[in-house]
Every structure is written in structure tokens, then in C-alpha cells.
T-cell receptor, first 115, second 118 residues
């Protein structure tokens, strides 16, 4: 069974450009999470969805960030315009939820570099 | 205030020895779950072990066990018989099951870098 799939794996862009990160969760999982990992701030939850509906976006840094989940098998995280401080590894994760012990399964991450 | 504290930025252990990675947490929620994840240098996040706040026994999973001391709010990860492949970052995380904003949120600590020496 395929795990969480993220694309691209690496993205290098220039300041001011739009960046779109993509995620395909594990089939059957009802929850999808977007995280950002940096040396300074560690692993932070940006937003998460339940059944394609955003539940908590309190971690989204600012209006330049937006996330969508148009269907159960696809989500995007968009940064427009991008800034050098957005450079980080962005992880997507999914889980089946429902029970306290249900772990989150992480994708391989997208390493974003904004020049 | 930090909800998850991992006080050891780095730890070293000899191959085949046991090592304990510390994790303390802060919550007023009586119902919560604690998770440990491993992140090798390749970058992926790998789930290791889970402990529920109401679990009577410490969780074990192969060479991993969790030393859960509820009164002290600590959930230390014990790795027995360390192997070279255990060298990685280790993250402790908590989910508060009664919290507003949904009970699925995971809050991570800053991590501990473990190095296993041959």
C-alpha cells in the first residue's frame, strides 16, 4: 500500500514567486495535516483537514499561505508570494483518526528553498 | 509555555547499550496521548511508539519502550540494544484529546539527536 505521497520533493524558487506543494494522503484516511520543519522552530502544524474540511488553521503563518483539499485524495499548500524565510521542509501527514492511538503517517517532505 | 520539552539536544551511546531519551510534557487535559517519532538523516518521520494517558502499563514495541511517569509528566523513550541504524533525531509529541480546535493536533518537542557509536 502506498504511503503519503508529496510532490515535488525539492523546490527552489525566487522570492516573490508562487509555490504550490502537493499531497496525496493514504487511501481511507480521513485526516490530513500540513507541517513545516525548520531548525529554529522545529516541527509546526500549519493546518489540518477532516473529511476535506479545514478544522484548524491557527498555525498558518500569514495570508500568503493557503491550503485546500478539493477531494479525499489530494491537497495543496500554496505560498504566494514566497519569501526567503519560508525556506523549510514541508511535510504532509494523514491518519485515520477516531482513536487516541492512531498515529499520523508522514510523507517524505518537500524541501523548499526560496532565494 | 512549551507543551513538550526534550532537554537533551544530543545523546551518544555505544552500540548494543541501552539509552534513554527524555521527554516531559505539560497539559491540564486528563485525556491525552504521547507519541515518539524517529527522523533519520534521510528526513522521513517514522512512528515508533504510543502511550495513552489512561494506559496502566508502559508501552513496548520491540526494542522500544516508554517509561511513563504520569505524576511527573514524563514519557521517556528507552531504546535497548542500540544499533548503528538507530542514529537519528527522535521527537516526542502529544495529542490532547479534549482540546478545542480538535483532538487530532500533535504538538512536537524540539527533538534529540542520537548518535550510536560502533
Amino acid at each position: 500500500d502506498a504511503g503519503v505521497i508529496q510532490s515535488p520533493r525539492h523546490e527552489v524558487t525566487e522570492m516573490g514567486q508562487e509555490v504550490t506543494l502537493r499531497c496525496k494522503p493514504i487511501s481511507g484516511h480521513d485526516y490530513l495535516f500540513w507541517y513545516r520543519q525548520t531548525m529554529m522552530r522545529g516541527l509546526e502544524l500549519l493546518i489540518y483537514f477532516n473529511n476535506n474540511v479545514p478544522i484548524d488553521d491557527s498555525g498558518m503563518p500569514e495570508d500568503r499561505f493557503s491550503a485546500k483539499m478539493p477531494n479525499a485524495s489530494f491537497s495543496t499548500l500554496k505560498i504566494q508570494p514566497s519569501e526567503p524565510r519560508d525556506s523549510a521542509v514541508y511535510f504532509c501527514a494523514s491518519s485515520s483518526g477516531g482513536y487516541s492511538y492512531n498515529e499520523q503517517f508522514f510523507g517524505p517532505g518537500t524541501r523548499l528553498t526560496v532565494l | 509555555a512549551q507543551k513538550i520539552t526534550q532537554t537533551q539536544p544530543g545523546m551518544f551511546v555505544q552500540e548494543k547499550e541501552a539509552v534513554t531519551l527524555d521527554c516531559t510534557y505539560d497539559t491540564s487535559d486528563p485525556s491525552y496521548g504521547l507519541f515518539w517519532y524517529k527522523q533519520p538523516s534521510s528526513g522521513e518521520m517514522i512512528f515508533l511508539i504510543y502511550q495513552g494517558s489512561y494506559d496502566q502499563q508502559n508501552a513496548t514495541e520491540g526494542r522500544y519502550s516508554l517509561n511513563f511517569q504520569k505524576a511527573r509528566k514524563s514519557a521517556n523513550l528507552v531504546i535497548s540494544a542500540s544499533q548503528l541504524g538507530d542514529s537519528a533525531m527522535y521527537f516526542c509529541a502529544m495529542r490532547e484529546l479534549s482540546s478545542q480546535g480538535g483532538s487530532e493536533k500533535l504538538v512536537f518537542g524540539k527533538g534529540t539527536k542520537l548518535t550510536v557509536n560502533p
